[in-house]
C-alpha cells in the first residue's frame, strides 16, 4: 500500500529528510503501479480480451456500418438502421463455389429497409481469380448501380498464416478477380484486408484502390499510415435484430473524408 507524505511531529531539522524519502517512495509507488497497470492492460489488448477501440471512434457523430454473413442468421435490416447502422457489407461468395446461404435475403432485405448496402467476396488462394469473379458476378447479378462497389475480402484463414501462399502468386489471382469485377460492374472494387496482410501482399501492387482496412483490437493509425476509406474497428459488437449461431456483429466506421454518397456506384441516366 502506498503511504502519503504527511507530517510527523518531528523536529523541522529531521522532518524534512523524512518527508523526502516518503515523497520518494510515494513516486516509486505511483509510478510502479501505473506500468503495472499498464503492462496489465497491453496483455489484455494483445490476448484479445479488451477492446480498446470504441474508445477511439466516437459513434454518436461518425457514419457506422456493419458488416454480415450467414453467421447472423435472418437479419432485420430495419432494426439495425434504427440502431444508426448507415451501410451495410453483406456476404455474398467464397472462392469458385461458395455462395452464402443468407444472401439474397439480406441483399433483398437491405434494399427494402433503404438501406445502403455491397457485397462481398472471401477470397481464396486455392481457386483461380477468374472463376472466384464469375461466382461473385453470377449471385450478386449484373446491376451495382446504387449500391456500394463490390469488396474483395483478402486475409490469411485455415494454415494459411503458417503455409502463406507465395506473394507473386497473390498478386496475380488477386488481380485477375479484381479486373474481372470492374470489367462487370464498371466500378473499382473496395478491398478488405488486414494491416499485416497489406504490408506483405498488397503495398505498391494495388494502391490506385480503396481499402477497408481491418484493425480490431487497438486504433488503425497504431499499426497503418496509408490511406482508407472504411476501417473495422470492432468484431465484437452485440446488437439487436438477427438470429444466428453468433451474438457478435462487426462494425465499420466510414473514415471522415469519405461520405456514403460518394462511395455509391453512380446510377446511369
Not at 111 to 134: K, M, N, R
Amino acid at each position: 500500500m502506498c503511504r502519503g507524505p504527511g507530517g510527523s511531529g518531528m523536529p523541522e531539522s529531521m522532518e524534512r529528510p523524512a518527508v523526502a524519502k516518503r515523497w520518494r517512495s510515494y513516486v516509486k509507488c505511483v509510478v510502479v503501479g501505473l506500468l503495472a497497470s499498464l503492462l496489465i492492460a497491453l496483455i489484455l489488448i494483445k490476448s484479445k480480451t479488451i477492446f480498446i477501440n470504441p474508445w477511439f471512434v466516437d459513434e454518436s457523430t461518425s457514419v457506422i456500418g456493419a458488416d454480415v454473413s450467414m453467421h447472423q442468421g435472418t437479419i432485420d435490416m430495419r432494426r439495425l438502421k434504427e440502431q444508426d447502422i448507415a451501410f451495410v457489407f453483406i456476404k455474398a461468395t467464397e472462392g469458385s463455389g461458395f455462395q452464402d446461404v443468407h444472401f439474397a435475403e439480406n441483399w433483398a432485405n437491405a434494399q427494402q429497409a433503404g438501406l445502403p448496402c455491397g457485397a462481398y467476396h472471401f477470397f481464396s488462394f486455392d481457386s483461380p481469380g477468374v472463376t472466384q469473379a464469375e461466382n461473385f458476378i453470377r449471385t450478386v447479378g449484373p446491376e451495382m448501380e446504387g449500391h456500394l462497389p463490390p469488396a474483395v475480402d483478402v486475409e490469411f484463414y485455415g494454415d494459411k498464416l503458417e503455409n502463406p501462399p507465395a506473394r507473386a502468386d497473390v498478386v496475380r489471382e488477386l488481380a485477375s478477380m479484381l479486373d474481372a469485377l470492374e470489367e462487370a460492374y464498371g466500378v473499382k472494387p473496395i478491398i478488405y484486408t488486414g494491416t499485416g496482410f497489406y504490408k506483405e501482399y498488397l503495398q505498391g501492387d494495388f494502391d490506385d484502390y480503396r481499402y477497408w482496412m481491418s484493425s480490431r483490437y487497438v486504433p488503425l493509425s497504431w499499426e497503418y499510415d496509408g490511406t482508407w476509406c472504411i476501417w473495422q474497428y470492432l468484431s465484437r459488437a452485440e446488437l439487436d435484430g438477427y438470429s444466428g449461431g453468433t451474438p457478435y456483429i462487426d462494425l465499420n466506421v466510414l473514415n471522415e473524408d469519405t461520405s456514403l454518397e460518394d462511395l455509391l456506384v453512380p446510377v446511369n441516366s
